[in-house]
């Protein structure tokens, strides 16, 4: 019999995701996928499922779930208070969960997003191959509501571990290498030297889509429009407002503002839990 989770508190943004839908760039397709990717993997591992097996992603309110039959649950990535039926359970260690019982995965109380693994994983249909919802596109299950009634996958070969991990720090700062490149042509040798050199901060208006960011302009020195071209994961894009924007997995695949540089990959999940007015610098390493 499929156990099923029913979903009592959705939180603000409760998504389900997984490594997301590589490959379909060319056909506008965005990866989508857990934008804190190494916490979804170490939640499944502790789970005993597959590293890429279905997650619930929350973002900074957590969710609450009740499960109809006895489930392993493990809470990771944005440190919360994690409850059963009330009592206090362990945050990023494995936690049984009773047939009826409330799990609440509570306010974060650092960083920004949490990651829910049942152990089976989350078994919501596929769609191009990921069970991850895009925000972007509407590809995927719709964000949670209360009522959302979730299968649960079969119980994994692998016993879940009975053991915590380290998990990382949220970052107080947020330093994000780069690889400058392919407009910088488009900009003043003082706008670019800002970008390698000012700190900004992480804006509150920041998504899934992108991190944007608050702090100085960076000026263009090209006035024509600029035709719209391929986009990948981490490209910083400077709007007209000249405040850069990195772009998240559930980024668009193309785009017309121009590209200043792009952000090393795993440098991204540190991003996915920097809260609002986090500090961030780009840099080069050299």
């Known amino acids: 019999m499929t156990t099923k989770l029913t979903v009592t508190r959705p939180g603000a943004l409760t998504t389900i995701q997984d490594a997301g ?6 056909l506008g397709v965005p990866r989508s996928g857990a934008l804190d990717a190494p916490a979804m993997r170490l939640a499944n591992r502790l789970a005993g499922n597959p590293e890429g097996a279905a997650v619930l992603e929350t973002t900074l309110t957590g969710c609450a779930l009740r499960p109809d039959h006895p489930v392993t649950v493990v809470v990771g990535g944005a440190p919360c208070p994690v409850t059963v039926n009330g009592r206090p359970a362990p945050w990023g260690t494995p936690v049984r969960v009773p ?10 109380t650092a960083g920004l997003r949490s990651y829910l693994a049942v152990a089976g994983g989350i ?12 925000l972007l596109s509407g590809l995927g299950p719709a964000p949670l509501a209360t009522g ?8 994994p070969h692998s016993p879940a571990l009975p053991a915590a991990a380290p998990w990382p720090a949220p970052p107080a700062e947020l330093v994000l290498p780069v690889r400058l490149g392919p407009r910088t042509d488009w900009f003043t040798g003082a706008g670019l030297r800002t970008f390698l050199s000012a700190t900004f901060t992480v804006s509150p208006h920041s998504n899934r889509i992108g991190l944007r960011t608050e702090g100085p302009s960076l000026k263009w020195k090209v006035e024509t429009e600029l035709p719209s071209e391929g986009m990948v994961l981490g490209a910083v894009q400077v709007p007209p407002d000249g405040r850069p924007v990195v772009f998240l997995h559930d980024h668009p695949t193309t785009g017309g503002y121009p590209v200043i540089a792009v952000v090393a990959e795993e ?3 540190a991003a996915a839990q920097a809260v609002p007015g986090t500090p961030v610098r780009f840099t080069t390493g050299r």
């Open 123 to 134: 078994a919501v249909e596929a769609t191009l191959g990921s069970r991850a919802t895009d």
């Open 148 to 155: 959302t009634v979730l299968p649960v996958g079969p119980a």
């Open 267 to 269: 440098a991204l999940a």
């Open 99 to 108: 047939a009826g019982a409330v799990l609440d995965a509570g306010t974060a």
């Open 21 to 26: 839908r590589q490959g379909h760039a060319h």
